[in-house]
């Protein structure tokens, strides 16, 4: 079946550093979806790509969607304490079935 | 505010006993969905529900089974539940089939002795 992997599964930085995790699917998506999940919580939605190539900021956080909509990235610049969790990427499929990673665990030095 | 809860946060069963999970929207959202939670996998989907009394299976249906009586509720049955079904199971639901945010329960945490 149709598969999102993730990458990497932990990271683990300094306070200011940047963050990225990468997924990639194994067939073209329709849109795919960021969440974070704090510890302890429950998935939270971040954003939708949609177009092929596209960019969208929310404030330290960049995601961009591959030009072939297979493929897609996060990342955070400077890294807070506050940005702790897992983040999942999820690609829609052709059935509107979401597709999750695996999710990339991001721990945060002070 | 879309709100979606569960019956339980956290339950303890043994092997064998009939388990069900409960799950409600408040938002009037046409789909619904049953995903599990297990370290290093991410969430895979169980079952998933486009309508009242209209059910799909998801990537691993075995050994669970579903029912929507009603749009803003959603119930995953564990029919005899086994160890290998301790997991976290998030229930989640969304308005439209495409383009649209999935709002998600806070998960019940269910442990099989």
């Known amino acids: 079946g149709q598969q999102v992997m993730q990458i990497p599964q932990y990271q683990h930085v300094q306070e200011g550093e940047d963050f990225t995790t990468y997924c990639n699917s194994s067939?073209?998506?329709?849109?795919i979806q960021w969440y974070k999940q704090r510890p302890g919580g429950h998935p939270v939605f971040l954003i939708q790509?949609?177009?092929?190539?596209e960019v969208k900021k929310q404030k330290r956080l960049t995601f961009q969607f591959g030009e072939a909509k297979k493929n897609s990235s996060l990342h955070i610049t400077a890294t807070q304490t506050t940005d702790v969790g897992t983040y999942f990427c999820a690609g829609m499929d052709s059935s509107y079935k979401l597709i999750f990673g695996s999710g990339t665990r991001l721990l945060v030095r002070p | 505010d879309v709100k979606v809860t569960q019956s339980s946060r956290y339950l303890v069963k043994r092997t064998g006993e009939k388990v069900f999970l409960e799950c409600v929207q408040d938002?009037?959202?046409?789909?619904m969905f049953w995903y599990r939670q297990d370290p290093g996998l991410g969430l895979r989907l169980i079952y998933f529900s486009y309508d009242v009394k209209m059910k799909e299976k998801g990537d691993i249906p075995e050994g669970y089974s579903v029912s929507r009586e009603k749009k803003e509720r959603f119930s995953l049955i564990l029919e005899s539940a086994s160890t290998n079904q301790t997991s976290m199971y998030l229930c989640?639901?969304?308005?439209?089939?495409?383009?649209?945010?999935?709002?998600f329960g806070p998960g019940t945490r269910l442990l099989v002795l």
């Open positions: 989640a639901s969304r308005q439209d089939r495409d383009q649209e945010t999935q709002y």
């Open positions: 790509l949609v177009k092929s190539g």
């Open positions: 067939t073209t998506l329709s849109n």
């Open positions: 938002m009037d959202h046409e789909n």
